[in-house]
């Protein structure tokens, strides 16, 4: 904007002193609103299958189990969003949903590798990679069942095999980014119960029955909210989506077939409607003491989903979608195409869980006992893991749980991660005292221990004892403080500095 070149409707006259400070100052405003509006964000999607060749272990489990069927490929979604100025990249996002059960086996760091090679713009250390927590995808680890040695695809040449896959699919993603817009929305849909009964004694178990006579209670909260976050392209149609729900998915958990649970069901009823070309993203929420089945009324249920001829992934699948277009009405009508975008990793340290004395001697035993049984080999290798870890802490060479914490401030919502099966109670500190406008927790960013919560280590079972949990209450807390700390710092307005 030229200030010679402004005309003046009273001819002969020319403005003030004060009047040209008013003018050059309304400029410089003008100029740095359109500076500020100038930054736009671009979105890409991509998905595949990591679906490897059959036969292969299975993962979530204390037992072997071998696939030979598929009955719904697993695959990784991936999500790219990017703010711009012109030709200047201001930020990224990387977001990419994974049918397994959690991240381990050097798989995030295979990921990274690959594209850092093959694509020097995108920053690695801005990609995310999550698991759906689907207890029928293939198995990680080495060592972790006892698999025969030949005829199956082994854990190693799995992560290699969807290393390369999800890579690819980042590098596509990331090229095919455009000009968009991003929004998000609210509902609500029973997915999850909490799947820990509580006894008479202030006994807990994972699962336990509930029509015992001293059965008393389910032991914690429910999160029914379903977090959406909506991408549209320039022609303002729908190209993406995630969905954040405080439930992991493991419907089928005992299958013995490659399955991504309700999550397929989920993609098959949007793409049905809004595109096979939709990009579905599943972000499970803090939800290590829930499960997306009945813990009581299961005979009625099953009664209803006969006479509806439905399954309990079909039925899943309906919640979770018509709680999706309830949000989606809302989201439509604010597109926003310049929010603001700001990414910030970092690596944080969180107290891990002491092993007493007792739980040593206790484990010990059983250690001895399970090491007769090669069939057992999963669940002694998990109890094993505490003995050493006592030693560990008792040499002193025991180090803090080291976590990469995400924080994303993304217009009026923020995005966070963590490596857990976090309890849905830590995530209900980090929503509820957050300053966004709405806070989407995603877990199972890692290797996926438990994080249980005081009341539950009380009450003691799978998932609360000290065989599930390295970190424990007192870290969960830590996490659920640095985490706020981490999003608030996206929120405070920066202080004016007087002109000395």
């Given at each position: 904007?030229?200030?010679?070149?402004?005309?003046?409707?009273?001819?002969?006259?020319?403005?003030?002193?004060?009047?040209?400070?008013?003018?050059?100052?309304?400029?410089?405003?003008?100029?740095?609103?359109?500076?500020?509006?100038?930054?736009?964000?671009?979105?890409?999607?991509?998905?595949?299958?990591?679906?490897p060749k059959l036969p292969v272990s299975l993962a979530g489990q204390m037992h072997t189990r071998i696939a030979k069927k598929v009955e719904s490929e697993v695959t990784a979604t991936v999500l790219v969003i990017e703010s711009r100025e012109a030709e200047k990249s201001?930020?990224?996002?990387?977001?990419?949903?994974?049918?397994?059960?959690?991240?381990?086996?050097?798989?995030?760091?295979?990921?990274?590798?690959?594209?850092?090679k093959s694509a020097r713009e995108i920053d690695v250390n801005k990609i995310i990679l999550n698991a759906t927590h689907t207890h029928t995808a293939p198995t990680m680890i080495e060592g972790r069942y006892s698999l025969p040695k030949e005829g199956i695809t082994r854990?190693?040449?799995?992560?290699?095999?969807?290393?390369?896959?999800?890579?690819?699919?980042?590098?596509?993603?990331?090229?095919?980014?455009?000009?968009?817009?991003?929004?998000?929305?609210?509902?609500?849909?029973?997915?999850?119960?909490?799947?820990?009964?509580?006894?008479?004694?202030?006994?807990?178990?994972?699962?336990?029955?509930?029509?015992?006579?001293?059965?008393?209670?389910?032991?914690?909260?429910?999160?029914?909210?379903?977090?959406?976050?909506?991408?549209?392209?320039?022609?303002?149609?729908?190209?993406?989506?995630?969905?954040?729900?405080?439930?992991?998915?493991?419907?089928?958990?005992?299958?013995?077939?490659?399955?991504?649970?309700?999550?397929?069901?989920?993609?098959?009823?949007?793409?049905?409607?809004?595109?096979?070309?939709?990009?579905?993203?599943?972000?499970?929420?803090?939800?290590?003491?829930?499960?997306?089945?009945?813990?009581?009324?299961?005979?009625?249920?099953?009664?209803?989903?006969?006479?509806?001829?439905?399954?309990?992934?079909?039925?899943?699948?309906?919640?979770?979608?018509?709680?999706?277009?309830?949000?989606?009405?809302?989201?439509?009508?604010?597109?926003?195409?310049?929010?603001?975008?700001?990414?910030?990793?970092?690596?944080?340290?969180?107290?891990?869980?002491?092993?007493?004395?007792?739980?040593?001697?206790?484990?010990?035993?059983?250690?001895?006992?399970?090491?007769?049984?090669?069939?057992?080999?999963?669940?002694?290798?998990?109890?094993?893991?505490?003995?050493?870890?006592?030693?560990?802490?008792?040499?002193?060479?025991?180090?803090?749980?080291?976590?990469?914490?995400?924080?994303?401030?993304?217009?009026?919502?923020?995005?966070?991660?963590?490596?857990?099966?976090?309890?849905?109670?830590?995530?209900?500190?980090?929503?509820?005292?957050?300053?966004?406008?709405?806070?989407?927790?995603?877990?199972?960013?890692?290797?996926?221990?438990?994080?249980?919560?005081?009341?539950?280590?009380?009450?003691?079972?799978?998932?609360?004892?000290?065989?599930?949990?390295?970190?424990?209450?007192?870290?969960?807390?830590?996490?659920?403080?640095?985490?706020?700390?981490?999003?608030?710092?996206?929120?405070?307005?920066?202080?004016?500095?007087?002109?000395?």
């Open positions: 904007m030229s200030l010679n070149r402004i005309k003046w409707s009273i001819p002969g006259c020319f403005p003030t002193v004060r009047e040209r400070i008013t003018i050059f100052v309304f400029a410089i405003l003008l100029c740095g609103a359109s500076e500020g509006n100038a930054a736009q964000l671009y979105i890409g999607g991509a998905s595949t299958s990591i679906t201001l930020d990224q996002a990387i977001f990419v949903s994974c049918d397994l059960v959690s991240i381990r086996g050097g798989l995030h760091e295979a990921v990274r590798e690959r594209v850092k854990p190693k040449e799995f992560v290699e095999f969807a290393s390369k896959r999800i890579a690819d699919a980042i590098i596509k993603a990331w090229g095919s980014r455009e000009p968009g817009s991003v929004g998000w929305g609210l509902g609500y849909a029973m997915v999850a119960q909490n799947r820990r009964a509580v006894y008479a004694n202030g006994r807990a178990q994972m699962y336990g029955k509930t029509d015992t006579d001293d059965f008393r209670g389910i032991e914690g909260y429910e999160d029914h909210g379903v977090e959406v976050l909506f991408c549209w392209n320039a022609k303002q149609e729908l190209i993406a989506t995630a969905i954040n729900i405080g439930c992991p998915s493991q419907a089928v958990e005992g299958g013995r077939q490659v399955n991504a649970d309700f999550w397929h069901e989920v993609r098959q009823e949007l793409r049905k409607k809004y595109g096979n070309n939709l990009f579905v993203l599943g972000w499970a929420g803090a939800a290590g003491d829930h499960v997306p089945r009945p813990m009581y009324r299961k005979k009625a249920e099953e009664r209803m989903r006969r006479l509806r001829g439905t399954t309990l992934l079909q039925d899943i699948a309906r919640r979770i979608v018509v709680a999706w277009e309830e949000a989606y009405q809302g989201a439509k009508q604010e597109m926003h195409a310049d929010a603001v975008l700001v990414h910030h990793v970092k690596t944080i340290e969180l107290p891990k869980r002491i092993v007493t004395d007792q739980e040593y001697a206790r484990v010990k035993k059983e250690v001895q006992a399970y090491a007769k049984d090669p069939s057992r080999i999963w669940i002694k290798n998990w109890k094993q893991s505490v003995l050493d870890r006592y030693s560990k802490q008792h040499s002193g060479s025991d180090e803090p749980y080291r976590m990469e914490l995400h924080t994303i401030r993304l217009g009026d919502i923020a995005i966070v991660t963590n490596d857990f099966e976090l309890f849905n109670d830590f995530g209900t500190q980090m929503k509820s005292r957050s300053p966004a406008l709405q806070t989407f927790v995603i877990q199972l960013c890692g290797a996926g221990t438990y994080v249980p919560t005081k009341r539950a280590v009380r009450g003691g079972g799978y998932s609360a004892v000290i065989e599930s949990s390295v970190v424990g209450p007192e870290g969960g807390q830590v996490l659920t403080e640095k985490t706020l700390e981490s999003i608030k710092s996206l929120w405070e307005k920066k202080e004016t500095i007087p002109a000395k």
